[in-house]
Nanobody, 127 residues
């Protein structure tokens, strides 16, 4: 189990950028596949992006492909989500998630794939 703490959310105008960070506890961070999800009021939690333990594989939701980039720094136990060309539809609480996998190329694409979750950080995009 890891503890996850997100940061970097805030208020931004449409077309702007934000970078979210998720810091994880523990000493085996590279063994954890990581994901970002988001949830807006009245909607279910949705997949945004995911990255494998070694960082070699990443996947994105179609709605953010080409605008968002997920990355990780295993030496710093941190995963990032760079969000560019933000739209009002991106407004949501963004959650970081982690799951231990011995296969460091494995990537999870649904919320059920993950065991540990952060508290979330609010992203608001104004029009």
């Amino acid at each position: 189990q890891v503890q996850l703490v997100e940061s970097g959310g805030g208020l931004v105008q449409a077309g702007g950028s934000l970078r979210l960070s998720c810091a994880a506890s523990g000493r085996t961070f590279s063994m954890y596949a990581m994901g970002w999800f988001r949830q807006s009021p009245g909607k279910s939690r949705e997949f945004v992006a995911a990255i494998s333990g070694n960082g070699d594989r990443s996947y994105y939701a179609d709605s953010v492909k080409g605008r968002f980039a997920i990355s990780r720094d295993n030496a710093k136990n941190t995963v990032y989500l760079q969000m560019n060309i933000l739209k009002p539809a991106d407004t949501a609480v963004y959650y970081c998630a982690a799951v231990y996998r011995s296969d460091r190329l494995w990537v999870g694409l649904t919320s059920h794939d993950y065991d540990d979750w952060g508290q979330g950080t609010q992203v608001t995009v104004s029009s």
